[in-house]
Each structure stands twice: as structure tokens, then as C-alpha cells.
């Protein structure tokens, strides 16, 4: 039987098939194709952490991310700097802060 998958997939992934014995079929993606299924792949991960939240899937994350981060030319460290700018403005998540509603003006 025949599975279709059309999803970027890590580099060995072929051969890991093909030395099993199974027939493949893949394409290496142009650039800006790349940068498309990058997006999709993120969100593949994220729902798969959503639905069954593991380190292996976080790690799977991150794996993703590191890619983005070098196919779209993005620097490490001024990614760096805008995450602690943001932890600074805006704080981070570590006090469950959960936001219910806010008035659309203000009371005062």
C-alpha cells in the first residue's frame, strides 16, 4: 500500500525508507517553496505538542525553529534581543497569567 505524505520531512528520512526496502518518492524543494512548508511544518509540530506534549516534540520544535531561523537569513542574536525586549515590556508566561476580557475603553 501507498501512503502520500506531501510534507517537508528531515534530510534522512528518504534513505531511512529506502534501506527498509521501501520504494520513495521525494523532491528537493526551491527556496521559496521551503519557506512555505516551513510554516506548515511548524504548525504540524505545534498541534502534535498540543495533542501529546513531550520533550521529543519540543525538541522537534525547536528543530524547525533552527531551520526557519537559517532559511529565512535570521539572526540568532537579534532574535535573542527582541525576546528579551519582549520579556522585559511585556514579561514572559512563567505567572499563568490567563486574560479573560478588557473594556474596549478606558473606566477612568
Partial sequence: ???TY???VR???PDIF???GREVEYKFLSDSQ???????KLLEKAQK?????????VCEIFEVID????????EQMYIDYLRMKNRE??????????????????TK
Avoid: C, W
Fill in 1 to 3: 500500500m501507498k501512503h
Fill in 89 to 106: 515590556v511585556k514579561g514572559g508566561y512563567t505567572k499563568n497569567v490567563y486574560l479573560i476580557s478588557v473594556e474596549d475603553e478606558p
Fill in 11 to 13: 534530510d534522512r528520512i
Fill in 67 to 74: 531551520t526557519i531561523i537559517d532559511k529565512f537569513n535570521y
Fill in 6 to 8: 506531501n510534507k517537508l
Fill in 49 to 57: 505538542f498540543a495533542e501529546a506534549p513531550s520533550e521529543a516534540e
Fill in 18 to 20: 529506502e534501506e527498509s
Fill in 34 to 40: 521551503v519557506l512555505l512548508a516551513l510554516q506548515d
